[in-house]
Structure formats: C-alpha cells, structure tokens
C-alpha cells in the first residue's frame, strides 16, 4: 500500500510542488507547483512519526500520527495561509496538510528539508507577526489541534490534498495539470475567487527578453524579429479557462509551460503586444487544482465548516480521524 501511495507521489510530485513565498500577504504557495502564490507565508526538526501500514483488520489504512506531526503542521499552517483568515479556512488548510504529509510517507525532518509544503519555525512566526506573535499562534494551534489526526481519504487512502492561492474562476482537474487523473481533483466552480485582489495581474515584458526565456526553456525554439504576439496564437483552453494548447513561433505548447517559463502568476491568461513590449493578463494565482485558499476563506466567512470547505473542493472524499501515535 505504502508503495501504490509513494508512487502516485513519485508520478505527480515533481510538477505538483509549489514553494510558498510570502507578498503582501498573499501566498506563492506550497509545493512545487512552478511557484505560484498561496495566499500567505511559518518549526523545529522532528522525529519520524508517520507510520502507514496496511491494517490487517480491515481493508484500511493503519496510520499513525504523531504529536511532533501536529506541531510540524502548526509550523505549515503558519507558512501556507495567512493566520488572519477564518479559523474554519485554517483548519482546512491543517487537514490539507496533514494529509499531504502523510500522503508523502517522509518523516518530519525530511518534510521540512524538502519543499513539498512552506514551513517556518516559532522564531520566524515571531519575526513575521511580532506582537501579534500570541494571538496569530494561539488561532493557528486551535485550528491543528481541533482538527488533530485528521486527514482526507479516498477509498481509505490520504489524497495528494494540493491546493492554490486563487482559482481562475474554477479549479482545474489533476488530468489538465499533471496528465493524471486522480479522482477527488475535479474542477468544480470557486467564482467567489473573482473578488480576491490579486484575482488580475498583468505582467509586461519587453519581447526580446520574454522570447529569450522561452528559447532559453525550450531548445528548437525558432521565432523571427517581428512583434512576438503576432507569433504565438492560443489554439485550446480546458474548461475551467486555463490555457492547454499554445502555439509560439514553430512549436506548440501547453499553458504550464510557458507559466513556468516566464513566471506567470497562472497558466489562465491572454496577451497583448504593446509596442516593443508583450503584456499577459492572468487570473488566479497558481496551479488551480484542488482547494483554492481564498475560496477556502470565502466559504468559511459565509459559515461552511472546514468540513464543508474540504469535501467540496475535493470531490467525493471523507474525512477520517487517526489517534496520536503517542
């Protein structure tokens, strides 16, 4: 079992991940997902204290979580979404953590060298809010720990429980971002992401060096020394609006790749020439794929329980509650 899971991961886990980097409040969130923004930016080194056998009285999985996990995850909330956001969000946000921590199979130490979630430490807690240190740290703790053990299971299995700053509208589905299709990432409607502040974004470039960072990307690149929007055409977008198939110069590309290839803030935009400059327009901010933060935080200030927020951003999931390996 541990193996099927350690798979899944291995496939999907070097294009999923996003580092979280904290702007203004707004998060590049965690992961590798090619650095997107995750709304909000958290540690000590621990044990290893996730054990995921199969259980031999049921056809389940025995996983154990460890009270060193609960406060590793104290320290990824804190990193992951800002602690002034509704406790119902942060609490969906710790059991998104947990599970795609245990999903990882690492041990805590390994889950804090590597950067599969944004972490920090109690002092940088303390260096980010300072005096309101207490206060933040005290509502980021009550959401870990009244949601201790908690994790979201499909078929009895921890999902790869990923999540984005702000959709572009809709959530996308694991098959459009990754060519994989999982289940429990299905795209399903966050409009309510449209009056976020960072919804819109425009990122000009002046077009020769736009054209340099995608030759430098992509060997075989050939593109000619006219205006370089008048060389690239959108050929397909997948449902929820991000871009899938683009045409630039003699190549075909996906959305993803040229976001990655020039740090867009989504692969859901359009562009424009502006004299010797091209201009993208995004909306959202990350892979989009699974739960979007500020919907997350939208739902839970319209009063969904974490619950809610969790099962409806990833489709047909339980939540399942595993005791402290004490």
Do not use: C
């Not at 971002?177 to 502040?197: G, I, N, T």
């Not at 960072?198 to 470039?205: D, I, S």
């Amino acid at each position: 079992m541990k193996k099927m899971i350690l798979s899944t991961l291995i496939s999907i886990l070097a294009a999923v991940l996003i580092i979280p980097v904290s702007l203004n409040g707004i998060f590049y969130f965690a992961g590798k997902n090619g650095v997107q923004p995750s709304f909000f930016s958290g540690g000590t080194v621990y044990e290893d204290n996730i054990e995921i056998e199969p259980d031999k009285s049921e056809e389940a999985l025995n996983i154990q979580i460890s009270d060193d996990m609960e406060e590793y995850i104290t320290g990824v909330v804190s990193a992951e979404m800002p602690a002034s956001f509704e406790l119902e969000a942060l609490k969906a946000q710790a059991v998104a953590a947990r599970t795609y921590a245990v999903n990882s199979g690492l041990s805590v130490d390994e889950l804090i060298k590597s950067d599969g979630q944004a972490y920090n430490s109690v002092e940088e807690m303390k260096e980010k809010w300072g005096e309101n240190f207490d206060t933040y740290y005290q509502k980021i703790r009550s959401a870990v720990y009244d949601t201790k053990g908690e994790i979201a299971v499909y078929n009895d299995e921890p999902i790869l429980a990923v999540f984005h700053a702000i959709s572009g509208g809709k959530t996308e589905t694991a098959e459009n971002v990754w060519q994989k299709d999982l289940p429990y990432l299905k795209s399903v409607d966050s409009s309510e992401d449209e009056q976020a502040k960072e919804f819109y974004a425009e990122t000009e470039f002046p077009q020769d060096k736009a054209a340099s960072l995608l030759q430098r990307q992509y060997e075989g690149l050939k593109l000619t020394e006219g205006n370089l929007a008048d060389q690239m055409q959108i050929l397909e977008r997948t449902d929820a609006g991000y871009v899938s198939k683009i045409q630039i110069g003699n190549m075909v590309f996906t959305g993803r790749q040229v976001r990655e290839a020039l740090g867009l803030r989504s692969s859901n935009f359009t562009f424009e020439q502006k004299e010797k400059n091209i201009i993208f327009k995004t909306k959202g901010y990350g892979h989009g794929a699974g739960m979007s933060q500020y919907g997350a935080n939208y739902m839970a200030a319209e009063g969904k329980s974490y619950k809610e927020i969790l099962q409806y951003y990833y489709s047909g999931i339980e939540i399942k509650k595993y005791q402290s390996n004490v």
